[in-house]
């Protein structure tokens, strides 16, 4: 059974960083990514490995967002720097098949976290 634990979320201003990390256990699939929901938006892909740890990332976090990978800790990161209030969401970790992860389309990937909450202040 694929497990998804998200950890890292919390509270910081506009500027500030944060990383959050998603451990997995339970896991046959190589790619992961990281989403995220905003109230009254729909989620949407933020940044993601593929099979071979080369990441890939939604136009809006370029720059200031970095996805990494740890396999001997079977953990995904999200670091992200300079963030802004509208980067506050809650964030999810997902993994499935590379077909249906580097795409960042929300609706492909078939397990879940359940997810960490971000909060950025003005």
């Known amino acids: 059974q694929v497990q998804l634990v998200e950890s890292g979320g919390g509270s910081v201003q506009a500027g500030g960083s944060l990383r959050l990390a998603c451990r997995t256990s339970?896991?046959?699939?190589?790619?992961m990514a990281w989403f995220r929901e905003a109230p009254g938006k729909e989620r949407e892909g933020v940044g993601a490995?593929?099979?071979?740890?080369?990441?890939v990332y939604a136009n809006s976090v370029k720059g200031r967002f970095s996805v990494s990978k740890d396999n001997s800790k079977n953990t995904l990161f999200l670091q992200m720097h300079n963030l802004k209030p509208e980067d506050s969401a809650k964030y999810y970790c997902?993994?499935?098949?590379?077909?249906?992860?580097?795409?960042?389309?929300?609706?492909?990937?078939?397990?879940w976290g359940q997810g960490t909450q971000v909060i950025v202040s003005p």
């Open positions: 997902a993994a499935d098949i590379c077909s249906r992860i580097t795409s960042l389309d929300r609706t492909a990937p078939r397990y």
């Open positions: 339970g896991m046959r699939y190589n790619c």
């Open positions: 490995t593929d099979i071979n740890g080369k990441p």
